[in-house]
């Protein structure tokens, strides 16, 4: 799967890297040469970068799915307990 990035994320994304270049580097760059650094690093880094991505929801979804027993957790059979514990007030 390859990352992509709407059109308005990737004029945004050329203009940061202008702008970094801008104040950065001692030459600027043109918005072609962005436009294709950019590529290249969506093409070689940003799997990565997406990867890392599912692997941490994944964790998180694993610590969530574990405490989910926790949260919607109901005990069984607890009519007579409930009454009995009523019962035990009322002979009082």
């Given at each position: ?28 760059i ?61 002979k009082?």
């Amino acid at each position: 799967m390859s990352v992509e990035l709407d059109k308005q994320a990737r004029a945004t994304a050329i203009a940061s890297i202008q702008r970094y270049f801008d104040e950065h580097m001692e030459e600027p760059i043109g918005n072609i040469a962005a436009g294709a650094l950019l590529g290249f690093f969506l093409e070689e880094i940003g799997p990565t970068v997406y990867n890392q991505a599912v692997a941490d929801v994944q964790e998180r979804l694993q610590v969530r799915i574990s405490e989910l027993d926790l949260e919607v957790r109901e005990d069984e059979f607890a009519y007579w307990r409930k009454y009995s514990q009523e019962g035990s007030k009322r002979k009082k």
